[in-house]
């Protein structure tokens, strides 16, 4: 015959294991700050989650995704192609741009199927010279491109205070684009070499012909 003290044992082993009076409620709470870490910080293989910008955002983002040097979606490219330790982005956040002209190869206004350009004015209101300023152009339709380089160097060693620029690109406007099509663009500041996100954004529509 089995003594009590053996069957209590038993008894006590076959029972499910239960948390300390209140612990649920700890257990619960770390498990929502998990939660909330995974979220903020990513869960896909430790990385940090990363999302495109979008353009009309004027921490650095030009446009739509953000203008790749054929003018789509991608990466912001670089004004020269490359970042140099020997630049500097000093004063880029004083430089401004406006007055965006969009014409055929005519003069006239864009219509599906032509080549035309986009020029843009660049001011320095600051009090100091900035070097090798540059500006780079993006949009949000695949079937508007850009040709040449992209951001373009305004060709000038640097822009002095009080002082306008004006900076071109060539443009080609697929014959697809239906008429009256809206069309966004973006422009933004940059440096020969620099990759700087400070600089003054401009956006606006083109409607086409």
Not at 77 to 94: A, K, R, Y
Not at 95 to 110: A, C, M, R, Y
Request: net charge negative; charged share 15%; proline share 7%.
């Amino acid at each position: 015959m089995a003594t009590p003290g053996r069957d209590r044992r038993s008894q006590d082993a076959s029972r499910p294991a239960r948390w300390p009076c209140g612990a649920e409620g700890d257990i619960l709470t770390i498990m929502r700050w998990l939660l909330v870490a995974c979220v903020l910080g990513g869960c896909s293989g430790g990385r940090s989650g990363s999302q495109t910008v979008a353009p009309d955002v004027d921490d650095g983002s030009p446009g739509p995704g953000d203008g790749a040097a054929d003018g789509s979606t991608g990466a912001r490219p670089v004004c020269g192609g490359s970042i140099t330790p020997e630049s500097t982005c000093t004063g880029v956040d004083q430089l401004t741009l406006s007055d965006p002209q969009v014409k055929n190869l005519e003069g006239g206004p864009i219509s599906a199927g032509q080549a035309g350009t986009i020029e843009i004015l660049i001011t320095n209101g600051s009090a100091q010279a900035v070097a090798y300023p540059c500006i780079g152009f993006a949009t949000d339709d695949a079937r508007v491109s850009f040709t040449g380089t992209n951001p373009v160097f305004t060709g000038s060693f640097s822009i002095t205070p009080s002082a306008s620029l004006s900076a071109k690109i060539d443009a080609q406007w697929k014959a697809s684009i239906p008429s009256g099509t809206v069309v966004h663009l973006s422009a933004w500041v940059d440096v020969l070499h620099g990759g700087c996100k400070q600089g003054a954004e401009l956006h606006w529509d083109v409607t086409v012909r």
